[in-house]
């Protein structure tokens, strides 16, 4: 949590942080996912209250401040949303204040906003579900709304979308996804 409100100022510097509870429940979660005491965790709390911003874009550069090694498949339903997430996790990496603090991470390859790495054999990998992940692989598999919320509108024309949308969300995770994690030891 202290990293997040650190580092808020590299992606949103004309907004102030707004601390609350469940920023720091999130931030235990996402620090225990780190120690390996839980490997799987979903993150269910409405739009607009950080849960993007916690899980998507500064979780990947606070862990990367001690393991730069570790390799991030990312993934939302549309891929300018998940190039965004990417490049602002970026913005954190490549601020003087980061750079500054662990300058072993912040060394970037950047190749573009859907795949970039560190010189120390991190990455970060951006996708969808209508894509592909074929040939990479993550110790971190990061999936922020695989389907978009508006799908779940009570009318029965989008209800029969969203069924499609989760289906085709499934088959893309069972397929592909789901033999995308490196499981590694001394995580």
């Not at 060394?107 to 990998?125: H, M, P, V």
Request: glycine content about 4%; proline content about 6%; hydrophobic content about 35%.
């Amino acid at each position: 949590m202290d990293f997040v409100q650190e580092a808020w100022h590299t992606v949103k510097p004309n907004e102030p942080f707004i601390k609350n509870w469940h920023l720091d429940a999130i931030a235990a979660h996402l620090e225990a996912v780190s120690r390996g005491e839980i490997h799987r965790l979903q993150t269910w709390i409405p739009p607009g209250t950080m849960k993007t911003g916690m899980c998507t874009v500064y979780w990947h550069p606070w862990e990367w401040t001690t393991r730069p090694w570790l390799r991030y498949f990312t993934a939302s339903y549309e891929i300018h949303l998940v190039q965004r997430f990417s490049l602002d996790a970026q913005k954190v990496i490549m601020s003087p204040w980061y750079q500054e603090r662990w300058p072993e991470a912040s060394d970037l390859n950047l190749e573009a906003a859907t795949y970039w790495n560190n010189k120390q054999g991190g990455s970060r990998f951006a996708t969808t579900p209508k894509s592909t992940g074929t040939g990479e692989h993550g110790h971190r598999i990061v999936i922020d709304d695989p389907v978009p919320a508006r799908a779940a509108d009570n009318s029965n024309d989008l209800l029969v979308d969203l069924r499609t949308l989760l289906n085709q969300a499934n088959e893309w995770y069972d397929s592909t996804v789901s033999s995308r994690y490196i499981d590694n030891a001394e995580m």
